[in-house]
């Protein structure tokens, strides 16, 4: 299978401690998205990097968030000092760019966030 | 600023039976518009878009959808619904200028037999 991967699957923590996501895009890809999904909602866009560039963070992405994506390949995610609104889905996208034009985002399954 | 509605939460149809899932939207300019389904505990699977061209856009799984300018709507459609068609369906919209998606609240779609 050469979708979108993304690790772990399930994680459970308690308020206050750090957690990371790891996220693989589809290998010709040069974009990654991260999303943030709650229940009954629509995923809400967080941040997408170019190769290895963060070209654009969403305001609800706050200073407890951090991404990366160091070689222009997987990417992580970072949440610091976890806590009960953070419990959430964490979705991860991958696309390509062709001239000015940049082709459909697909998702992997994601990583469910439960801060207790 | 770009937004998306889905005015349905739930859509119940009997199997056989054609279905539509509504979205309208608001974004500047010519929009990229997209279709994707839920299933539970799952990520986001693409169905189909439409950039360009013919306004009837067809996609996976014999699903497709009806752009309309004037209306500014991308209703999901097709023509005889089955049971294993039933989960949490999505539309979004990205301006031609941007990189993000943006989503609907999602219209959960139930086929009963």
């Not at chain 1, 991967?5 to 996220?23: A, E, L, M, W």
């Not at chain 1, 990654?32 to 992405?61: D, I, M, V």
């Not at chain 1, 992580?76 to 001239?99: K, P, V």
């Amino acid at each position: 299978d050469t979708g979108v991967s993304q690790d772990p699957r399930h994680k459970i923590t308690k308020r206050g401690q750090n957690v990371t996501f790891r996220c693989d895009p589809i290998s010709e890809h040069n974009r990654l998205y991260w999303y943030r999904q709650t229940l009954g909602q629509g995923p809400e866009f967080l941040t997408y990097f170019q190769n290895e560039a963060q070209l654009e963070k969403s305001r609800l992405l706050s200073d407890r968030f951090s991404a990366e994506r160091p070689k222009g390949s997987f990417s992580t995610l970072e949440i610091q000092r976890t806590e009960q609104g953070d419990s959430a889905m964490y979705l991860c996208a991958s696309s390509r760019t062709r001239g000015k034009f940049t082709d459909t985002q697909y998702f992997g399954p994601g990583t469910r966030l439960t801060v207790l | 600023a770009q937004s998306v509605a889905q005015p349905e939460d739930q859509v119940n149809v009997a199997e056989g039976n054609p279905l539509t899932v509504k979205c309208t939207y608001s974004v500047s300019g010519n929009p990229y518009l997209f279709w994707y389904v839920q299933y539970p505990n799952r990520g986001l699977q693409f169905l189909l878009k439409y950039i360009t061209g013919d306004n009837l856009v067809k996609g996976s799984y014999g699903f497709e959808a009806e752009f309309n300018k004037s209306q500014t709507s991308f209703h999901l459609k097709k023509p005889s619904a089955l049971v294993s068609d039933s989960a949490l369906y999505f539309c979004a919209v990205r301006d031609r200028g941007g990189n993000k998606l943006t989503f609907g609240t999602g219209t959960q779609l139930k086929v009963e037999l």
